[in-house]
T-cell receptor
């Protein structure tokens, strides 16, 4: 199936730990994104990479570090997790051009205890 | 700053009862307005993109329209399987990121 996939789907961890979330897309897109969906269901952009280059870096604590080893993969590493980091994190991808439709992965629900 | 406001927050319909969802937006220059459907525990699923005022798009029982200030998602004769949260998002000229509204939770009862 052509899609955006994320692992893991669920992540439960304690405050202070370091964790990573992985994303892969096989749609042939060249731009990938990380969004955070809080308890009120707002989706907010965190980062975006285009051809492995960071192009969007919103106001996000520097404990969050994205990495894109190639156009098809985007990872998110979070250091020193805090309670407020609990949310659902979505990866998305799009293709540069006239239409910037973004396709989303299934999400990773992160719970920090 | 780009802003998107969706109303109502929640909507309960009987099967076959048509209605509309509203998305009001403020953006410096609109590149595109997007509608997504999100089911519980899943990622947003792309539905439509609208690029200019007056444009309309249709898919099954859904029809999206766009003016210079708002977009409507019309649902004609909805079925229970149309129950979901519908998200509206805008993309400003020169930006890649989408700015999302908080969504409308639609419940269609049989």
């Amino acid at each position: 199936d052509t899609a955006v996939s994320q692992t893991p789907k669920y992540l439960v961890t304690q405050m202070g730990n370091d964790k990573s979330i992985k994303c892969e897309q096989n749609l042939g897109h060249d731009t990938m994104y990380w969004y955070k969906q809080d308890s009120k269901k707002f989706l907010k952009i965190m980062f975006s990479y285009n051809n492995k280059e960071l192009i969007i870096n919103e106001t996000v604590p520097n404990r969050f570090s994205p990495k894109s080893p190639d156009k098809a993969h985007l990872n998110l590493h979070i250091n020193s997790l805090e309670l407020g980091d609990s949310a659902v994190y979505f990866c998305a991808s799009s293709k540069t051009g006239d239409r910037f439709e973004q396709y989303f992965g299934p999400g990773t629900r992160l719970t920090v205890t | 700053e780009d802003q998107v406001t969706q109303s109502p927050e929640a909507l309960r319909l009987q099967e076959g009862e048509s209605s509309s969802l509203n998305c009001s937006y403020t953006v410096s220059g609109l590149r595109g307005l997007f509608w997504y459907r999100q089911d519980p525990g899943k990622g947003p699923e792309f539905l439509f993109t609208l690029y200019s005022a007056g444009e309309e798009k249709e898919k099954e029982r859904l029809k999206a329209t766009l003016t210079k200030k708002e977009s409507f998602l019309h649902i004609t004769a909805p079925k229970p399987e149309d129950s979901a949260t519908y998200l509206c998002a805008v993309q400003a000229t020169g930006r890649r990121a989408l700015t999302f509204g908080s969504g409308t939770r639609l419940q269609v009862q049989p």
